[in-house]
């Protein structure tokens, strides 16, 4: 039996229908606004809500402003602007690959904190590391907080949400000082084992070293200037600034990157006079240091599936050998520096880290041997008495 309805107090603005849906009427400004329901009181709510963003400048394009709309404004309005090319483009792919498929098409006012939740949740079962996830919540947090200033949104459902707990990350994969020498030995048989050595006696970054440009060399004396880094991404290769203020450092060449770059230099001038007009580097990227044997600039994949050449002729040999990757040998190379004494506070400027508590952190696991000694310098301060 069909439920008779009120008709008589219908509130102000708000009738009843043929089909037995309540319309709901109102104009702002000129302009008629109407919304239905079934249920006299949702309609209600729906009317006051629309007016609330109207009045407070919340409503646009129809309250249809979709997630991927809002992300192509704020990237293009407010990140291009204030943060680094490489920054942009971390957050394009971080976008494209983890957020725009399963939210993207959603209104951005409608989006609630359980839904993103569940895309933490999902990405967590998947396999990917705590660090995506981060960036996708760094992603949509800076999104949203834009989004509330500019009152498209009443409120941030970021906030609202928590990380997964994650599994304690693996002990981080260190070279020891035979594995460092057996993988130089072979990769010096290897046609960019320049690059590993490089990577083994200055600790810089992938992207540090293969961005580097002659005019960064200084062999007169013997210093290797970081002042950028190379970005690929989907548009191609280019130049960055360094990751930090702190990443614009000098570092001495020792003997065997000096010796290493002049021949580095040599080679590359004669494949130059070779190959001529055959010698192709990009754009803004022609005085690389290393380089394809056409001149353009080195991806960062293949230098880590040469890694993964290497260990395989190790392990030919019938040695066993873990897989390390290309930031391994940075992390190599500081354990070096510390267990040979190297001052932590030196350490930290080489490494271009921001604060000395990052290179403590990374390489406490070297100090146990050099506490031992550190402390056998203060045992005289405290004679043992004889036992009787």
Not at 111 to 122: A, K, M, S, V
Not at 296 to 315: D, F, M
Request: glycine residues 6%; contains cysteine.
């Amino acid at each position: 039996m069909a439920v008779k309805k009120d008709i008589q107090n219908l509130p102000k603005g708000i009738t009843l229908r043929a089909d037995g849906n309540y319309m709901g009427r109102f104009s702002y400004y000129g302009e008629r606004y109407t919304l239905y329901d079934k249920d006299v009181k949702k309609l209600q709510k729906k009317l006051e809500e629309l007016r609330y963003e109207l009045e407070h400048g919340l409503y646009a394009k129809e309250n249809k402003i979709t997630i991927d709309d809002w992300f192509h404004t704020w990237i293009k309005e407010y990140k291009v602007p204030s943060v680094k090319r490489g920054t942009i483009g971390v957050y394009e792919d971080t976008y494209s690959s983890y957020i725009k498929k399963p939210l993207g098409k959603k209104k951005l006012k409608d989006l609630r904190p359980e839904q993103i939740q569940n895309l933490y949740n999902t990405l967590k079962a998947d396999g990917y590391s705590r660090s995506t996830i981060e960036l996708v919540s760094v992603v949509l947090s800076g999104m949203y907080i834009q989004a509330y200033k500019n009152q498209l949104v009443l409120k941030n459902p970021v906030p609202l949400t928590t990380l997964p707990k994650m599994d304690d990350p693996a002990e981080r994969r260190v070279l020891s000082r035979e594995e460092q020498q057996l993988f130089l030995t072979v990769a010096r048989q290897y046609h960019y084992g320049y690059v590993y050595e490089l990577a083994l006696s200055t600790g810089m970054r992938s992207g540090e070293i293969r961005g580097l440009e002659w005019k960064d060399i200084d062999f007169q004396n013997r210093i290797i200037h970081v002042r950028g880094t190379l970005v690929q991404n989907r548009y191609g290769f280019y130049k960055d600034l360094p990751k930090t203020s702190s990443s614009y450092r000098d570092i001495p060449m020792i003997d065997n990157v000096y010796h290493l770059l002049k021949e580095r230099r040599i080679n590359q001038m004669e494949k130059k006079l070779l190959l001529g007009p055959d010698w192709k580097p990009l754009d803004k990227l022609e005085n690389l240091v290393i380089t394809t044997d056409t001149g353009k600039p080195l991806g960062k994949t293949y230098l880590n599936n040469g890694i993964k050449t290497i260990i395989k002729r190790i392990e030919k040999s019938g040695q066993e050998f873990s897989y390390i990757s290309f930031h391994g040998l940075r992390h190599s190379f500081a354990t070096r520096c510390i267990e040979n004494g190297m001052e932590p506070q030196v350490l930290k400027v080489i490494l271009g880290h921001a604060k000395l508590a990052i290179t403590m952190d990374l390489y406490a696991h070297v100090l146990p041997d050099t506490k031992v000694k550190e402390m056998q310098k203060i045992s005289g301060l405290f004679p043992v008495k004889g036992v009787s």
